[in-house]
């Protein structure tokens, strides 16, 4: 087992602030913060002068291999861009394309702070390939939508995928069932993705509420929210990560605290396709969980989880009239430990704390966005970006050193990605 | 006078879309662009491949110096974040501060691709110094209120500014008029203000209408309006920079149009103070001019024009339910074009085109965010950060190269910001 030593570092601490010491890590797990013992022999030691430690960031929502669509299809209504755009394009998508595509987003995700995503798409054991050989960690779903032909299969391949990859790669992988949506997932079909989460274990990742006209099509349908109707069929009681819900009553919010459904937030997307604004200020009021997602890089068009953290705070801030709404610290928890909760993984990441795994950010202070230094939190939420990311731990692996990515051939992957997306839309 | 050629440069054609080609810069001015004859002698060439040349950003409302209070102050009421934190730190502020407050903000906004600002503040004459030596362009006004002791002398340090600075530094600075506010500036005081820019043939830079107690106020005061009041003061008829608009109405908006005020839209600073959301489509739809700013590093907490640009588009997609809303060129625009109109100044920057001034900022185009290539607007405008810009030129001098600043010494900035910074909130 490597023994790794961050020295003379400040980190944001578990118990809230910012504070100065050394971290020390064995093999994938976090052993000591703080003070570290002079005992502790490291194989390797990491300068941390400068720098601030913080919980990798937690992308609870995206569509990786999408990033091959990034800038194809911008400015239209979400329609037209599915129907005339992203869909045909999708249909031509092999799994090679999904490969590159999704290393493209773990690429930019590593080199950007985020060490855990959620991802939601087909082709999935391409991205677990990805995932295993890259050393990001991942919660994968395969997306079915029941209306389509193809949704036995994909019911039988989401219990392939879980079968195969659920725990796998020193447990960086977790596999989730994903139905796509209410709206492409009949009562019928959502009932045998139930079953089957239930004879699995496996928890659910879906889209809900993302839209106005989803939930005025949902009542017209059933006479009730998608949310209700969620609940109805059996869907909350498996434990899901619900994307979006942007368009939530109290009544909702009430059904989905009583069944502990976790809300991926992605404020990024929303306000770019003109979704509307999740009720988030709401959601943390009524005790929900709730992490922040980018969504996909073609809807947002970037993966960087600093940015939304940043749109987070001032969304809220905006949207509620109030410049207290959704503080530095509370947008910085949601990214990190909200996050953390959302995706099922609360336990092992999220937190710079012994015992939790070694999924670190160290980020470079030296830009002069990070001058004065009043308020290294503020600073974090208000002011850093992405680029200044400057070593990355996943599960005890330095997977990006001094800015450069160690595990990924970027060269190689760049060829790939622009070859590949631009083909896609020819 | 220097010759320089970028050579085989993807740029921001005037007439709109990304063209390849050469740019001759002879001086501080724009000879050539496109294709550059083989009898083109450079005294230097910059090769330009796999960047992007874009004009130079403007920001068109900033108070530069305030860098210095970058995260000392966050999440809070606006009047409460007035009085019991800036207002007494400002007191405190020396000469020297403003200076080093200033240079802060000016190598920011260099790194990030900003090559023309407009400032108000006070110890104006220390910022002038400041601009002067770093190259950058600026315009600047010594803001006044006339409610305070200093009136007289804010109006008399203003007129000297305006003889001393105004088309000094090789034309790089041009000085207006800054009566802060409204609810600052009683008419009294305007009529002094506005008889003075009639003296000087001076410019107006002001803050108009930023929250809607200001607007209730102000009715509540004179009757009307702060926009219909200005006007009524002949303050409209000076050519106005009119910063934030955010609560105006449709009548505010057709005398806007009538005077040819310019607005300043900070939708950061706005979203983090919870101000509210100027009507920038509906503006642009009656015709006005309309540049972005990023307000100070108080309140945003960063300078980056480019945050500035992709908030603009999701803020107004968002507010007005609408995805088709400031698309991508509309808000690159806002930030080159309509701020360098904006700010007077749309007869010499904001374009690149022969005979305008070369204010050129090339961005690296190899981060990962930047593939694939399906449009490079839409990554400009969606997926491009600061810490893309590798070569700022502004009135033909070159003050970035490959991301290090070539007039401001870092190390000592840094130094000098930071110290000076805690020292007056201490």
Redesign the interface.
Known sequence: MTKLLVRNIEYLADQGGVRQGDIAIDGATIAQIGAVGADWRPDQTIDGTGKLAIPGLINTHTHAAMS?????A?????MD?LKTRIWPAEAKLTAGDVYWGSQ?AI??MI?SGTTTFADMYFFMSEVAKAVTETGIRAVLARGMAGVAPTAQQALAESEALFEEFHGSADGRITVMLGPHAPYTCPPDFLTKVVALARKLGAEIHIHLAETAGEVAECQTAYGKSPIALMDEVGLLDCGVLAAHCVHVSPEDIRIMKNKQVRIAHNP?S?????S??APVPQMLEAGLTVGLGTDS?AS?????MLEEIR?T???H??H??????I??GTAVELATTGGAEAIGLGKITGKLAPGYKADIVLLDM?G??W??????L??LA??A???DVHTVIVNGRIVLENKQLKTID?ER??YE??T???RL?R
């Not at 091959?68 to 194809?72: A, E, G």
């Not at 929303?270 to 003109?274: E, H, I, P, S, V």
């Not at 947002?300 to 960087?304: G, K, R």
Request: glycine residues 6%.
């Open positions: 091959l669509f990034r800038s194809y911008d400015d239209m209504l979400l861009w493209l690429a930019e080199k990024g929303n306000m770019k396709l003109a509307g604004i890089a947002n068009n970037n993966l960087d749109l705070a001032l969304l801030k905006m509620s009239n109030d410049p207290l709404a503080p530095a030296s002069l966005h001058y004065p230094r009043h308020d290294r503020s600073l208000y002011s970006a992405g680029s970027e992957l760049i990605a622009n590949r997306g631009l839309v």
